[in-house]
């Protein structure tokens, strides 16, 4: 003996339910005692029913499918397949068809095609067969009530067939009807709202929608969300923006989050009113936005943006820390987010991180597209190439090499400046490097580098450069060769650097006297002992 589980007792007892309303209704046909059709048909109708209740084994699944794709005025919502009995689906058919060909011609037989279509679009999914119904049902002398459903349904349909103008009219047959009721006909009034601005009807959907929330006792958050698109889209920011606060508002006391969207509307509208706000107050309103979308939704354009207001309102330091949060989330892909962000780190004296963030942006491969010249027509075309988001070029290396020095990590500059000096056009990454020698007492790669820069040349104060190398040939005592450079110096025009030059020469003349004198006394010394 197998325990059933709670489900299994659930539907034993449903099928219980329906085999004794099937029972019932078997037994009220049996003792009829009038011939009245009218009578017949309700008792056939109810039986009907029943066998439709078996139908769909888990009936509050069933949804008629709701709309569409494309369009932002409609919700998508689409339903799994119904989990559809064969038997009960084909024994009702067989009973409302039945039911059609015995009664004379009621508002029963209207219900009965009414059903017969719900079946055909609901669960066939025969849409055609189920419009035709319909359109039947309407004829048979349907009753103020089942008149409003049917044009209601045909609306669907004509909605789900793309044919919006037919759908229109279906649904404004629905508000015309004089007995329709008031939830009908309020549904009617929303769908016929959508369907306008669905059609760019824009101030009819917005007269629509309006009179929508007159007449419902709650106004979601959604419905003021869709009367701010449907502002936004006729042009009317400001009203756009007050129904997207409502909305927003609304949805945090409904008890669930505003959906992203809507805040990204909210932000559109005001940039659009930007002149008349003023752009200092709109910036601000526009990162109260961005603040909250990057920990809502957070993504990288939301990062992005909340960064590029910030620098638009010179809060550099908030920019980069904004920035630095989308790179440790890994949403920088574009070789500009990863310079702004290492010229921001620098800016804000924190070079190392400048560094490691060039170096992450060396590491990371990304797919890119390139415009190259055909070999063979000479035509500029796009190709798709494969590499790292930060390129090799001499720009890159040297804001590398600069960011590894200034964190004082000069072992790590030299290799990357050496890379940057033989990309170089002209000989002023050479001298960086030369001077980086200097600095590490590596003399003679120094004076190599020094030499590769003055012949490579183009290099801005290159008296500058003279010295330098004098200064190299100095420290290695070759006095001669630094004189030389520091004489070359000593023309230049700048008398600052015309009098440090003479200086350098003045000095380097004693020094050598000096290393020659002391030469000497070491000799001597020698030779007496």
Known sequence: FKQKTAYEISLGLVGSEMCIRDRSYHYMLENLNQ??????????????????????????????????????FFNNQFIRSPDVNNAPLANSLEHYQSLLA???????????????????????????????????????????RLKSLIYSDIGKLLIYDGKYKEAIQAYQNVIDEPEVTLPIRNAALLTLAQLNLVQENYAKGIELLLQWMDQVETVTAQSWSLLGQAYFQQGNFRKAMSSMKNAISMSEEEGYKPKENWYVLLAACISELKKEIGEKKALLQQLDIYEILVNLYPKKLYFVQLGGTYGQLGREKDYMITLKAAHAKDFLDKESEYLALAQLLLLNQNPYWAAQVLVSGQKKITTYTETVKDKTTGEEVKVEKTGPVIRDNEKNLKLLADSWRMAQEIDKAIPVLEKAAKLSKDGKSYVLLGNLYLAEDKLEKAVDSIKKGLKKGKIDKI????????????????????????RTAARDKDKKVKTTANNWIKYTENEEIRVKNLALRRDYIQSQS
């Open 35 to 72: 011939s009245d059709p009218l009578s017949i048909g309700k008792i056939l109708l109810g039986l009907g029913s029943s066998y439709e209740d078996q139908i769909i084994k888990r009936q509050s699944e069933l949804k008629f499918v709701k709309w569409f794709s494309e369009n932002s």
């Open 102 to 144: 015995l009664l004379p011609n009621t508002r029963t037989t209207a219900t009965v095609h009414y059903r017969l279509a719900q079946i055909q679009a609901r669960i066939m999914r025969d849409f055609e067969g189920a419009k035709s119904s319909y359109e039947t049902a309407l004829k048979a002398s349907a009753d103020p």
């Open 463 to 486: 008296s500058q450069v003279h010295l330098t190398l004098g200064q190299a040939y100095f420290e290695m005592q070759k006095f001669e060769d630094a004189k030389k450079e520091f």
